[in-house]
């Protein structure tokens, strides 16, 4: 389409006027960015089309990756990148008058997710096409994201996030690849023309699922996959004879208006599960109608597809797979079992019992009749199957799939599936040694750790430039598609040159940071001061109250103590709290009120100030990751999976400060003790305190006067006008047992946090601490991670061109 700057500069008037019937110095912005983002989509439809031919030439094996989040960002900057087209166009454009950058502040983050566990989806899209293999994602193309966060009067506001108002420049509508998914309706027997018994399902509510395609482009191989999103529209051929069209279209439209529907009702949860309902099976009706087009039969479909299952949330794809094989395609039971479970493989993200997602029978067979049948019909031969292997009725217990009018979604998945993975070293083996021992006891050859991993594209050489050209500058451009060679860099970590050019670099991204924050939030912070950064989904576990408790300590200390002043810091908290997530949203109020606080006080606020970031994403973490000195990651130890904000902190040269939990335990092995700093409680002690229950906050409360005093702040109007505003933090602390151990773990955190001060000083040795940091951060490019999934789960051969 252009191969130079002269042709783009042509192509680009050019499109103005027949798109926009106007010269392009008459054109709006967002037009003018309009025109450029399908430029470029056109410029990868040939790669695309090429990608697609190639597997189905050479017949080749490709995933299906089923995830409720893929939190793509924007994707102006990385899909121009990875073509190797962005300094053609940049230049093109700026002899055109015009600024590339104000273009790329025009596009919207796509609110397809909210957090790791989406931001780890879209990575592994990325490091998939970037290698060469063919994978796909499947998602629900959400009208209005998560939300968008506002923070008004220090409180958290949720307002819908129309990042389609402008509508989506990457994606096109494929309506000839539609297909109808149902709800309720009856499950009915029937004799088939062969004289089989056979089930099928009548009277149900059709939708129609249409797919959105966007493209994933690798780097500079010419790869392309799909990221297909589904969206509902009302069906034209069963409309329901129980609803007029209005419910109709209502209930249709509640399909996708947005990510996580407020659990907190019974109307809520229920929509949950028609929204995980209606991706699994869109998503693989479409696949095997394009596989039986191909192929002409579905009885090698196990060899031609993997599924990889994201969490707990498309576990429903299994009896639903099972359903469109035997009900629609005339398979027998155990025929469709073995297409099924050598398909289907599991990613676990969570080691908290409850947090393993289940569903009450009656939402299921009445929502979902016939796939309630099968899950039935999958629970009792698991029972058999476990009898026959002489395993008693209470370990049985353990590992029935329906129990106590619930369905187990994790149990299915681990049944059914032929691989269970868990995402860190450590969070595998807590899978194995105790939230999933029995499964592990049956099964253990399906359990293998995959630890999580980052595009270090995305994360490195787009977000952070001129530090990436410093890298460049010493070892060549060989990391970016082999990141392992970043190891290379270990021989310029005592380079003093390199050294002081680390932390010019360091300080500029400090003053990007520092200009976001003076724009977004009305606060002047001190580029020298150190940049001490928590940015992360909203969650108890996480403990971003006990980051407030430590903060509240140094204020508290400095106003008591004239002689103790701390390195000069900025705090800065990025996050969101679930709509129905009370108390994470306390939290969140607790921050401003102690920013409200800190930052109006003269005495303290040349030593420390609190910034929180509104509306906290991809595009956000962009600016503030790369000028991170600090990396909180303080998750109470054996309750993070893994963790990647902490590797794309680690890659950007920043040191972390954290216990040994989720993948914080490799990063430290890594870089060895002396550029990072651990604290805390380990694993095992923590099970044993939880064990004995013998632990209390009120005794530190009564012992120690300065707990006491962070405490009582909560409900003596400290931080808010109201004495009783953060009363709920005080009660779930002190009257529900501190259960992730924030107070326990307080004297240890503070105590690292004054050791990271100390680095922080010998700026020669701080600096050499982030470049080992960096050098050593190639093991967690989700290169790796995408490398292994395939040589041990998915067994994808290249797409070579």
Known sequence: ???????????????????????????????????????VRDYVAVDWKASKDYVNEHNGRQLVYFSMEFLIGRLLVNNMQNLGIYQVAKEGLLELGINIHDLEEQESDAGLGN????????????????????????????????????????????????????????????????VEVKFYGQAETYQDYDGCIRSRTINAMAVKAV?????????????????????????????????????????????????????????????RLRQQYFLVSAGLQSMIRGHKRRYGTLSNMYEKFVFQLNDTHPIL????????????????????????????????????????????????????????????????????????????????????????????????????????????????????????????????????????????????????????????????DSWIKNPNDLSKFMDFIDNEDVQNKFLEIKHQNKIALANYIKTHNGIDVDVDSMFDVQVKRLHAYKRQLMNVFKIMYFYFKMKEDPSFRIVPHTF???????????????????????????????????????????????????VIIPAADVSEQISLAGKEASGTSNMKFMINGALTLGTLDGANVEIDQLVGSDNDVIFGLKTPEVETIKHQGTYTPWDLYNSKPYIKKIM???????????????????????????????????????????KMDHKYLDRKNWARSCLVNIAQAGYFSSDRT??????????LDNIKF
């Open 712 to 754: 009582d702040s909560l409900v003596n109007g400290t931080w808010s006008r109201h004495n009783d505003e953060f009363r709920v933090i005080f009660d779930e602390i002190m009257y529900r047992n501190d259960e992730y151990l924030s107070l326990l773990d307080l004297d240890a955190y503070v105590e690292a946090s004054l």
């Open 317 to 476: 794809s299994i009896p639903e797979l099972m359903r469109l094989l035997m009900d629609e395609h005339g398979f027998g039971w155990d025929d469709a079992w073995y297409q099924v479970t050598h398909m289907m493989a599991y990613t676990n993200h969570t080691i908290m019992a409850e947090a393993l997602e289940k569903w009450p029978v009656t939402y299921v067979s009445n929502l979902l009749p016939r796939v309630y049948m099968i899950i039935e019909e999958i629970d009792r031969r698991f029972i058999l199957e476990l009898r026959a292997k002489g395993y008693n009725d209470e370990f049985i217990h353990k590992v029935r799939i329906i129990k106590d009018g619930m369905i187990h979604m994790t149990n299915l998945g681990i049944h059914a599936c032929y691989s269970v993975n868990g995402v860190a070293k450590l969070h595998t083996e807590i899978c194995c040694r105790d939230t999933f021992k029995e499964f592990y006891q049956i099964y253990p050859e399906k359990f293998n750790n995959k630890t999580n991993g980052i595009t270090h594209r995305r994360w490195f050489l787009n977000a952070n430039p001129e530090m990436a050209n410093l890298v460049t500058s010493c070892i060549g």
């Open 211 to 271: 797919p959105y395609d966007v493209p994933v482009i690798g780097y500079d191989n010419h790869v392309v996959n799909t990221l297909r999103l589904w969206s509902a529209e009302p069906t034209e051929s069963q409309l329901p004879s129980d609803l007029s069209f209005d419910q109709y279209l209502q209930a249709i439209k509640e399909i996708c208006h947005g990510l996580y529907p407020d659990d907190s009702t019974e109307h809520g949860r229920i929509l």
């Open 572 to 622: 800065v908290f990025g996050a969101k709290a679930a709509p129905s997530y009370y108390y994470a949203k306390k939290i969140i109020q607790l921050i401003n009120g102690l920013a409200n606080k800190v930052n109006n006080d003269p005495e303290v606020n040349k030593y420390m100030k609190v910034v929180f970031i509104e509306n906290y994403g991809v595009s956000s973490a962009e």
């Open 786 to 795: 995408i490398n292994q999934y395939v040589e041990d789960i998915w067994h």
């Open 115 to 178: 957090g790791g566990l989406g931001r780890l989806a879209a990575c592994f899209l990325d490091s998939i096409a970037s290698l060469g293999f063919p994978g796909h994602g499947n998602c629900i193309r959400y009208e209005y994201g998560f939300f968008r966060q506002k923070i008004i009067d220090g409180k958290q506001i949720e307002v819908p996030d129309q990042w389609l108002a402008n509508q989506y420049v990457w994606e096109i509508k494929k309506p000839k690849h539609a």
């Open 1 to 39: 389409m252009f191969t130079n700057k002269e042709e783009f500069k042509k192509e680009f008037q050019k499109r103005c006027i027949t798109k926009y019937g106007n010269d392009m110095k008459k054109c709006h912005i967002t037009e003018l960015y309009d025109v450029l983002g399908t430029m």
